[in-house]
């Protein structure tokens, strides 16, 4: 069953992101930029990578296997956000197996929003990121709208 953390997350796939800058810092920039875009300027790039960037110098957020779920708190979201972005070159990611990253599981979430939210969806996306079919899946999806229908399945089916 949907969580009701999940409910009301929106959703943006780039399978094909020609990422120009392979620099991890530079790349949260970049990304910043098309998610501000994506949102219609509701929130600007520069506090989306500000969340981002914050969160990143804690800890690495890359995950293993070419996949990193860099996420943040950002001021100006109505509701939370997950970007996903298959990169067209690899970016050093400083990831848990020292391995480069392809594959960007972006997490956003309003400043005030209820930790549980940020905590639900990390942890469910995190979960099945584990399973190597479903990164076997992910890494064989081409189009935007048949990643959004599997990620919205996982989260479907919870932890």
Known sequence: MEKD???????????????????????????????SNWLDNESDAQAIAKGIKEREVLSTTGFGNGFAIPHGKVAGLESPILAIFKLENEVEWDSLDEEAITQLFVILVPVDEAQDTHLT???????????????????????????KRFIEMIFKKGR
Request: aromatic share 6%.
């Open 5 to 35: 953390e999940t409910k009301a997350l929106r959703k943006y796939v780039e399978v094909s992101f020609s990422n120009s800058n392979t620099d991890k810092m530079k790349l949260i920039e970049e990304i910043a930029e098309v998610i």
């Open 121 to 147: 969806l990390l942890s469910t996306l995190s979960y099945h990121l584990m399973d190597e079919e479903v990164q076997r899946k992910i890494n064989e999806i081409t189009e935007n709208e048949a990643m």
